[in-house]
């Protein structure tokens, strides 16, 4: 989306959307689980941004085709610095996230610098024959 504002057609279009948890005519916030699979399918080097988006049902012609790739950029940084993709508050509560909740996230951060280190292991073992 380029500056522009979405039609009420495409807004239907994008709440129809399993990953969309609200739409309005200038912004779409994606949910949760979306934003962790995206993060951690792109940092796994198996599909492109485009591509992830392209697979969950969006048009780029919608959206803009520059879009994804910039919301797995945000994406990517906030899960590095917050151990999560997904705001310190539970959706529409506005609660702090408890304490048990704060150890998953940290066990999902693990996971993946784990998944990463792999992947970073591989393509130094590819470069060096």
């Given at each position: 989306?380029?500056?522009?504002?979405f039609?009420?057609?495409?807004?239907?279009?994008?709440?129809?959307?399993?990953?969309?948890?609200?739409?309005?005519?200038?912004?779409?916030?994606?949910?949760?689980?979306?934003?962790?699979?995206?993060?951690?399918?792109?940092?796994?080097?198996?599909?492109?941004?485009?591509?992830?988006?392209?697979?969950?049902?969006?048009?780029?012609?919608?959206?803009?085709?520059?879009?994804?790739?910039?919301?797995?950029?945000?994406?990517?940084?906030?899960?590095?610095?917050?151990?999560?993709?997904?705001?310190?508050?539970?959706?529409?509560?506005?609660?702090?996230?408890?304490?048990?909740?704060?150890?998953?996230?940290?066990?999902?951060?693990?996971?993946?610098?784990e998944?990463?280190?792999?992947?970073?292991?591989?393509?130094?073992?590819?470069k060096?024959?």
């Amino acid at each position: 989306m380029n500056g522009e504002k979405f039609t009420r057609e495409q807004i239907e279009e994008l709440r129809k959307n399993k990953n969309v948890l609200r739409c309005s005519s200038d912004r779409v916030r994606y949910g949760r689980d979306f934003k962790e699979a995206a993060v951690k399918r792109h940092g796994e080097g198996r599909l492109t941004a485009v591509e992830i988006f392209e697979s969950a049902g969006f048009d780029l012609g919608v959206i803009g085709k520059r879009r994804p790739n910039k919301l797995m950029y945000q994406w990517r940084k906030a899960f590095e610095k917050k151990g999560s993709v997904f705001p310190s508050r539970i959706a529409g509560v506005g609660k702090k996230i408890r304490s048990g909740n704060k150890i998953g996230m940290l066990k999902a951060k693990i996971a993946y610098l784990e998944a990463e280190n792999d992947f970073l292991a591989k393509l130094r073992a590819g470069k060096r024959q």
